[in-house]
Each structure stands twice: as structure tokens, then as C-alpha cells.
């Protein structure tokens, strides 16, 4: 973890994932529109079908259109649930490109994991700069994707991705954001 402090702002972290990227399974947008309520033709396949990927926890990323379908997401459970019986990781990260300050709008739902939906999910964005950068045409570069989530749900959060590529392969991933303390404490031994 890199840790930075700015004279007069929050403390900001990065943390380079533990794992280079890896692709999974990959759905329909039809099954895909489905499971989060939406059809078909709001989701993106232009650069890839709904896909998994993981930098250490999978995730099954699906881009869709405009943040208008973005807010409309709504998971469908049982449908969810089938997708888990066939082994497809459940955990659903949704986002779109955006043209304001950010480059993406996310919203991740985790509900079979007891999470409806998170704020700011460091493991899925993370993946998604790996994931964003193995399909980018240029083989070699540093690749940073600024990510605005939890707005949908009132938490609003910042998060900064970024991945490095090498002659075509993603070589690593890191994840960052300010951060402010929440709590200190320290181990006694012995």
C-alpha cells in the first residue's frame, strides 16, 4: 500500500492488486439485462459481453449504455441465484463511460453476499481498470480510469484505477482513494 498525504486533504491511499488480471465466463446481454432488470439493448457489448474478471475476487462486469440505465439497475434474486447455482460468480459490478469528471459510473450489488449494494468496491473497479486495459487496442501503456460510486444509493464515492500493459498482456493493476481515519488501536503481545 502506497500511502500519500496532501498538506490540507484527506490521506490518500493505493493498494496494487494481488493478482494480474484473469477473464471468466462470459453471458448473453439478454440473460445478463434480466438479472439487473433492464433489456437487452441497455447494455454494451461493443468492447465486450458481460463478462467475469477478477484481480483476486471475481466479478461479472457489464457495461451498460448511459447512467439513466445505470440508476434503473435493480437485481432480480432468484435470477441471481441461478446464475450462482451454475457456478458464475454472483457478486455484479455495473458501469457506464462517462464525459463529466469521471470516466465511469459504477454501482456493484452483492446480495447473495449480504451486500445490496456497496459505495465503493476497491476489488471490483480495480479489476475493471485490468479488464478495460486488456481490451484496449494499445499494447503497451499506464492506463487510469477516475470512478464515481454509491451515488444511486447516497454515498457518493471516488475511486482512482489504473493498470499497466505490456506488449499486449495487463502486467498489474492498483486501486486508490482518499481515506480518513476511522479508528486506531494497537496489539499487545505477550
Request: proline share 7%.
Amino acid at each position: 500500500i502506497s500511502i500519500h498525504r496532501r498538506p490540507g486533504q484527506a490521506l490518500w491511499c493505493e493498494l496494487r492488486a494481488p493478482q494480474t488480471i484473469s477473464l471468466g465466463e462470459t453471458l448473453p446481454a439478454e440473460r445478463m439485462a434480466s438479472v439487473v432488470s433492464l433489456r437487452a439493448e441497455d447494455i454494451i457489448t461493443a468492447i465486450h459481453p458481460p463478462r467475469v474478471a477478477s484481480v483476486g475476487i471475481p466479478f461479472l462486469f457489464t457495461e451498460l449504455k448511459n447512467r439513466a440505465a445505470l440508476g434503473r439497475a435493480r437485481v432480480v434474486t432468484d435470477r441471481l441465484e441461478a446464475l450462482a447455482a451454475e457456478g458464475i460468480p454472483p457478486d455484479i459490478h455495473l458501469y457506464t463511460r462517462s464525459q463529466d469528471e469521471f470516466d465511469i459510473h459504477a454501482r456493484m450489488f452483492a446480495p447473495l453476499d449480504g451486500v445490496p449494494e456497496d459505495p465503493a468496491t476497491g476489488s471490483a473497479n480495480c479489476a475493471l481498470a485490468g479488464l478495460l486495459t486488456h481490451y484496449d487496442e494499445k499494447p503497451t501503456g499506464q492506463f487510469s480510469y477516475r470512478i464515481a460510486q454509491g451515488i444511486e444509493m447516497g454515498r457518493p464515492s471516488i475511486l482512482d484505477a489504473r493498470a499497466e500493459k505490456l506488449e499486449g498482456a495487463v502486467t498489474a493493476t492498483w486501486i486508490g482513494g482518499s481515506s480518513v481515519l476511522v479508528a486506531e488501536g494497537s496489539i499487545e503481545v505477550g
